[in-house]
């Protein structure tokens, strides 16, 4: 794998405006494909975090030695999950079909890992280390809903195919994907090489996905809690009856609740000595007895402020269905109508 950088020219490229970072940026129909370990959780805690690290690592070489075959760039890992991007929407079917094939027929650490896979087609931003945009989001999204050793393709993916490939498809759900206004379909790529192992899908029976309104995650210790629509109000405290328990004297019985309304998550403190809440690059906020919208990533502080406790401190963080969304600085460059939250 070369370390090419992703700005990529070519006659066929239409340079985009500056940001005021000074990092260029390009406009390019490309096929976005994520790659996730399937239940990382459990590997860290069966092999411990040194060698489940390494097993992951093991694993992604496997699948960045298969990129250049098909004309592939990896963009970067987040966590347990790769990123990579493919001329064509052909060239990331084919390569999903064998990072799985590949993964399936090896273990790492003396165990199995399984991988599910998501990907899309469509315009994106591309600057020098990344790429941006709706395009990105619905391929982070369809990851999420894949199974273990599934592969999961939009329908714009699917229609792009060359006729051969469109073979190896089929549609399995419905779904509203972010920036439409129209239910589309999502395809399941048939890769295994054993017919048995597939489940009869019939798309004519009401199977629409939850849509895309993004989760904040919660973790403290050991405990990782999400807000998110199959569970929108998560109660915080003391009491062992809270969705998430902070054992600690300053900390109230019932704390605090963080609720989902549309897509926004409002922290409300119920406590005696309030919650100190900064976010990335903010001041330390106090809060007692009021409501704050929640946004980005940060750290909640129970009781007392960061610096006086840190054995009560929560962090948060959007999980990656609306950490890839653009800032303003990069929304207004889009090749869309207007700027895509």
């Known amino acids: 794998m070369t370390d090419k950088p992703l700005h990529l020219q070519d006659p066929d490229c239409e340079p985009a405006a500056e940001s005021p970072s000074s990092a260029p940026v390009e406009r390019r129909v490309l096929a976005v494909l994520f790659a996730d370990v399937t239940n990382s959780t459990a590997l860290y805690r069966e092999l411990g975090d040194t060698f489940a690290k390494a097993a992951i690592d093991e694993c992604f070489e496997h699948v960045r030695v298969l990129l250049p075959k098909f004309d592939g760039r990896l963009v970067k890992t987040i966590g347990d999950e790769i990123l990579c991007v493919f001329p064509t929407a052909d060239q ?9 094939v590949a993964i399936a027929e090896r273990s790492f650490g003396g165990r199995s890992i399984q991988m ?9 931003l591309v600057s020098a280390h990344d790429v941006y945009g709706d395009t990105v989001n619905i391929a982070g999204y369809l990851t999420a809903v ?9 329908e714009a993916a699917a229609g792009q195919l060359s006729a051969v490939l469109k073979s190896c498809v089929r549609p399995v759900f419905r779904a509203l994907l972010k920036g439409s206004q ?4 999502v395809y399941q790529v048939v890769w295994s090489r054993y017919d048995g192992e597939l489940t009869e899908a019939s798309i004519e029976l009401d199977r629409r996905l939850p849509q895309d309104l993004g989760a904040l995650v919660l973790e403290f210790e050991d405990q ?5 629509a199959e569970r929108p109000l998560v109660r915080i405290g003391r009491a062992p009856e809270c969705d998430l328990v902070v054992p600690h004297r300053r900390v109230t019985r019932q704390h605090l609740t963080i609720q989902m309304r549309r897509a926004q998550f409002h922290l409300t403190d119920q406590s005696i000595n309030g919650t100190w809440v900064t976010s990335d690059g903010g001041s330390e906020l106090h809060v007692l007895r009021a409501e704050l919208v929640l946004s980005g ?10 610096d006086e406790g840190p054995a009560q401190r929560i962090l948060f963080r959007y999980d990656r269905r609306s950490a890839f969304r653009l800032s303003d600085v990069k929304a207004e460059v889009l090749p ?3 700027p895509r939250r």
């Open 224 to 228: 990782v809690v999400k807000v998110n």
């Open 297 to 306: 990533a940060g750290v909640l502080s129970l009781g007392c402020r960061q």
């Open 146 to 154: 894949a199974g273990a050793q599934q592969i999961v393709a939009s």
């Open 116 to 124: 599910h896979i998501g990907l899309h087609h469509g315009p994106v």
């Open 336 to 338: 869309f109508r207007g």
């Open 92 to 100: 990331a079917v084919l390569a999903a079909s064998e990072m799985q």
């Open 182 to 185: 129209s239910e589309t379909l």
